[in-house]
């Protein structure tokens, strides 16, 4: 490979967040082994710090080294460098010396955010979750519109089975992004694993109001990507409500038209896989019997 396709696919990556571990550390070695870096001007930091992460991902602890210690005297006082010191202690030092570290720079800037949030995962990975929940929210606290955090905080709610607070968390995140189908659908399957069966089906419809306005008919066009598991919660709440009653914690009314929803769900799923295309047709035997078992509805 070329030095100049290893530095494009390497400020591709960076483009778009990729995080492809070995394949930085075999090209950005390349750059490395011929100096080519010092030429990219700017650019070459970024590219020290993608390289130096990547090596810490893989094991490659030297290498690390090599790249944090030339962005440290290019960097002396840097927050964002800092942050990767951390990151680098975390492979090797211990936890309680990393998060002495930590203490550290939060005392000497209680706004450092990333190293805030370094310390909080810090705390979770060992184990420490009330501690992690707790320091979490004081953090969201002050940056309230940090919506990675918010859904790291219900995470760590489920993680712990209070489904209730998880709720609560996401609650924030679809304040802050109502636009967003994905956080909707999760607050869905929370209702949902919450047992608040009115609630998870009314969020499900939410999510298939969001990304099939351009469907016109039931049988029109096969449901894809994300309309397929919201259409999961649609068919798999009605079913529940139909069958059993299901009081909603969130005072959320049951539909009056269930069965038409039901059998609208029912009539989506069946045209979606009943494509031939390789990725709906797995399994779809064993999908189109347990919606005959359903009555068909």
Same mark, same amino acid.
């Given at each position: 490979?070329? +030095?100049?396709?290893?530095?494009? &696919?390497?400020?591709?990556? $960076?483009?778009?967040?990729? $995080? ?35 090596? +810490?991902?893989? #094991? ?25 010191? #951390? ?43 009330? =501690? ?13 519109? !940090? ?11 489920? /993680?712990?089975? *209070?489904?209730?607070?998880? %709720? *609560? ?7 802050? @992004?109502? *636009? ?12 949902? &694993?919450?047992?608040?069966?009115? %609630? /998870? ?21 096969? /449901?894809? #990507?994300?309309?397929? $598991? @919201? ?8 079913? =529940? ?9 969130? #005072? &959320? ?31 779809? !035997? /064993? ?5 005959? !078992?359903?009555?068909?509805?």
């Amino acid at each position: 490979m070329s +030095i100049a396709s290893a530095l494009e &696919t390497l400020a591709n990556y $960076r483009a778009h967040n990729t $995080r492809a571990s070995r394949s930085v550390v075999e090209q950005g070695s390349l750059v490395l082994k011929s100096n080519a870096e010092r030429k990219l001007g700017d650019d070459e930091w970024p590219f020290l710090e993608q390289l130096c992460l990547a090596a +810490i991902d893989i #094991g490659d602890l030297e290498l690390a080294d090599k790249c944090l210690q030339r962005l440290l005297d290019k960097f002396p006082a840097s927050p964002r460098v800092e942050v990767l010191t #951390g990151i680098r202690m975390e492979a090797s030092e211990s936890p309680a010396t990393v998060l002495k570290f930590y203490d550290d720079l939060l005392e000497a800037d209680s706004a450092n955010a990333a190293i805030w949030k370094r310390r909080i995962s810090l705390k979770r990975r060992t184990g420490k979750i009330e =501690k992690a929940v707790e320091e979490l929210c004081e953090y969201l606290d002050t940056f309230y519109n !940090d919506i990675e955090a918010w859904l790291e905080l219900a995470d760590m709610y489920s /993680a712990c089975n *209070q489904y209730t607070q998880a %709720l *609560q968390a996401l609650s924030h995140v679809l304040l802050l @992004a109502p *636009q967003n189908p994905f956080h909707t659908l999760r607050f869905a399957e929370t209702a949902f &694993t919450a047992n608040d069966i009115p %609630l /998870a089906l009314k969020m499900s419809l939410i999510v298939v109001d969001m990304t099939e306005t351009d469907v016109t008919g039931p049988h029109e066009t096969a /449901a894809a #990507g994300i309309s397929i $598991r @919201a259409w999961w919660g649609v068919k798999l709440c009605a079913r =529940k409500l139909l069958d059993t009653s299901h009081p909603s914690a969130s #005072g &959320t009314s049951i539909p009056k038209n269930l069965a038409l929803i039901d059998e609208l769900a029912t009539e989506r799923m069946m045209t979606t896989y009943s494509v031939t295309d390789k990725q709906t047709a797995q399994g779809r !035997d /064993a999908v189109l019997g347990w919606m005959s !078992d359903t009555g068909a509805r």
